[in-house]
């Protein structure tokens, strides 16, 4: 299927940024020397992928890709929004693992979910409408506010973090003033929805946004912490031995402790370690928290993903440390709501 016009830059850019190179979505006429074997995967009505190249992408390029063929079989653009708009308007997302499209309509009717697309049924103005690449989304003020009321915190947060750190940071230096002007916008237009859906979790997660996290893991690890009632410093700057300043992601206030969160990747992806071999990264690593840990008399303590999945694995860790919990954590395995006041 050739692609409609609209949809090149898109295609254009997927390319270019090397996440997408031969992914190409097929249409019907490369089936039946492809399907043979099982070989494709299908993404949308009329739209087909190599299961060998749908194997290679990330899960937001999954979702990119079928956000790409559900816009080729409509018969009008679509208005992509909440999960989907967050990946096309370039956010961080915790965890998208889900590969159904959400659109935004302002039809009449109860939202819906059909053939992998699932409708949004809610007012929505021209002016919360952006065009990235050709596809239409929600802008990242609505999106950001749609998620706040309405996703998973965990997913909620990371985005709102991430587009405070595209828009708001240079380095290490944010723009406290322009922070705050969108967290006062944000919260206004929340309280104009006072009495609907989502409003009091949206408020919770504009409080806690913030720039200085660097990571997905480090908004999820944030907002853990704020539930099990840590009192929390960010980015904490300690002298380090030859000049210049060491960055800690959290200092648990009050209780000696500084805290770091790592992915795997920081020792297994070779353009993150900057040429060093993993081995040279652990020692640099160890050598540089003696040092924390011996000039500040805190200790550090350590954790990835899986700790963070919820605010009772964390709690867990932290105990097998030593590390007193402020608060129980609460006894679902998930919850969507924020629960740190």
């Given at each position: 299927?050739?692609?409609?016009?609209?949809?090149?830059?898109?295609?254009?850019?997927?390319?270019?940024?090397?996440?997408?190179?031969?992914?190409?979505?097929?249409?019907?006429?490369?089936?039946?020397?492809?399907?043979?074997?099982?070989?494709?995967?299908?993404?949308?009505?009329?739209?087909?992928?190599?299961?060998?190249?749908?194997?290679?992408?990330?899960?937001?390029?999954?979702?990119?890709?079928?956000?790409?063929?559900?816009?080729?079989?409509?018969?009008?653009?679509?208005?992509?929004?909440?999960?989907?708009?967050?990946?096309?308007?370039?956010?961080?997302?915790?965890?998208?693992?889900?590969?159904?499209?959400?659109?935004?309509?302002?039809?009449?009717?109860?939202?819906?979910?059909?053939?992998?697309?699932?409708?949004?049924?809610?007012?929505?103005?021209?002016?919360?409408?952006?065009?990235?690449?050709?596809?239409?989304?929600?802008?990242?003020?609505?999106?950001?506010?749609?998620?706040?009321?309405?996703?998973?915190?965990?997913?909620?947060?990371?985005?709102?973090?991430?587009?405070?750190?595209?828009?708001?940071?240079?380095?290490?230096?944010?723009?406290?003033?322009?922070?705050?002007?969108?967290?006062?916008?944000?919260?206004?237009?929340?309280?104009?929805?006072?009495?609907?859906?989502?409003?009091?979790?949206?408020?919770?997660?504009?409080?806690?946004?913030?720039?200085?996290?660097?990571?997905?893991?480090?908004?999820?690890?944030?907002?853990?912490?704020?539930?099990?009632?840590?009192?929390?410093?960010?980015?904490?700057?300690?002298?380090?031995?030859?000049?210049?300043?060491?960055?800690?992601?959290?200092?648990?206030?009050?209780?000696?402790?500084?805290?770091?969160?790592?992915?795997?990747?920081?020792?297994?992806?070779?353009?993150?370690?900057?040429?060093?071999?993993?081995?040279?990264?652990?020692?640099?690593?160890?050598?540089?928290?003696?040092w924390i840990s011996s000039s500040t008399g805190k200790r550090i303590v350590r954790w990835g993903y899986a700790d963070v999945a919820t605010p009772i694995t964390l709690a867990q860790l932290l105990e097998s440390y030593?590390?007193?919990?402020?608060?129980?954590?609460?006894?679902?395995?998930?919850?969507?709501?924020?629960?740190?006041?």
């Open positions: 299927m050739n692609s409609s016009p609209k949809l090149d830059p898109i295609l254009v850019a997927i390319l270019d940024s090397g996440r997408h190179t031969k992914h190409r979505v097929h249409s019907p006429h490369v089936r039946p020397s492809l399907d043979r074997n099982g070989e494709l995967v299908r993404l949308h009505r009329g739209s087909y992928m190599p299961k060998r190249r749908w194997s290679a992408l990330s899960t937001e390029d999954r979702h990119l890709a079928a956000m790409l063929s559900a816009q080729r079989a409509a018969t009008r653009p679509l208005v992509f929004s909440r999960l989907s708009a967050a990946i096309l308007l370039g956010l961080s997302v915790h965890k998208p693992r889900d590969t159904r499209v959400h659109i935004v309509t302002s039809e009449s009717g109860a939202g819906k979910t059909t053939a992998g697309i699932v409708r949004h049924r809610c007012p929505i103005d021209s002016a919360e409408i952006v065009s990235v690449h050709g596809l239409l989304c929600t802008s990242p003020f609505r999106t950001l506010l749609d998620l706040a009321r309405f996703e998973p915190a965990e997913l909620a947060l990371a985005a709102a973090d991430s587009y405070l750190r595209q828009e708001y940071r240079v380095g290490r230096i944010v723009d406290s003033n322009e922070v705050e002007q969108w967290r006062e916008a944000f919260a206004i237009r929340l309280r104009l929805l006072r009495g609907h859906r989502g409003v009091r979790r949206a408020l919770q997660v504009c409080e806690l946004a913030d720039a200085r996290c660097d990571s997905v893991l480090e908004s999820v690890s944030h907002l853990q912490l704020r539930r099990l009632g840590f009192d929390v410093a960010l980015q904490v700057a300690v002298p380090a031995r030859y000049g210049g300043h060491y960055f800690v992601d959290f200092e648990l206030l009050g209780l000696g402790v500084f805290a770091e969160c790592d992915g795997k990747s920081k020792y297994t992806n070779s353009v993150l370690r900057g040429g060093l071999s993993a081995e040279e990264v652990v020692y640099r690593e160890k050598r540089r928290e003696e030593g590390v007193p919990i402020p608060k129980s954590p609460s006894g679902r395995a998930n919850s969507s709501r924020l629960d740190f006041e």
